[in-house]
């Protein structure tokens, strides 16, 4: 059975880090474009970024492009997120999903539970 598996998420002050990751079960990153979404209270699921199977390729949302910086290990069926500068707006709920190539949701076809992101100004 497909899943994906979030962790990371807490809180940190304005200009903190942190890292997320995302871990497969299953067949969920085998071949898929994976890619990080997030959700404010009362704000639709936007697109964060994604990568492509072989990890050489990247592309990022405006609002988080020179910040974010998405990677993944294959061998570990896991996706990372790695979070710099951040932002009392970057609070949301973090997603990572599978799919094909898109910043829609429906695009994407697996989902994780999604981590809290807290940044305190």
């Known amino acids: 059975q497909e899943q994906l598996v979030e962790s990371g998420g807490g809180l940190v002050q304005t200009g903190g880090s942190l890292r997320l990751s995302c871990a497969a079960a299953?067949?969920?990153?085998?071949?898929?474009?994976l890619g990080w979404f997030r959700q404010a209270p009362g704000k639709e699921r936007e697109f964060g970024g994604d990568?492509?199977?072989?990890?050489?390729?990247?592309y990022y949302a405006d609002s988080v492009k020179g910040r974010f910086t998405i990677s993944r290990d294959n061998a570990k069926a896991t996706l990372y997120l790695q979070m710099n500068s951040l932002k009392p707006e970057d609070t949301a709920v973090y997603y990572c999903a599978a799919g094909r190539r898109s910043q829609r949701t429906h695009e994407y076809a697996y989902w994780g539970q999604g981590t809290q992101v807290t940044v305190s100004s």
């Open positions: 990568i492509n199977w072989s990890g050489d390729y990247t």
């Open positions: 299953g067949r969920s990153s085998s071949g898929y474009v």
